[in-house]
């Protein structure tokens, strides 16, 4: 989706660039890329532990344990 969406097109001038440049260039914002998908995984756990997720998953696993077990006795 990132490239689709946001880089397509956009670096099409690091072509017209030195060698040299464009591997810094391309270092560059392979770590911006890296850098802003860790902020949003970041957020994410934040949201995910204020919200209880895990908590709400455990309780959802125990439920269907208990109705799986049910209808094999059936």
């Known amino acids: 989706m ?8 956009r670096l099409a001038t690091l072509a017209f660039e030195s060698p040299w440049l464009l591997v810094v260039d391309v270092v560059f914002v392979s770590f911006m890329i890296y850098l802003c998908c ?3 995984e970041w957020g994410r756990q934040k949201l995910f532990y204020l919200m209880e997720v895990e908590t709400l998953a455990e309780k959802l696993n125990n439920i269907l344990v208990k109705l799986i077990k049910k209808n094999k006795k059936l």
């Open 38 to 40: 860790s902020v949003i």
């Open 2 to 9: 990132v490239a689709v969406y946001i880089l397509q097109g």
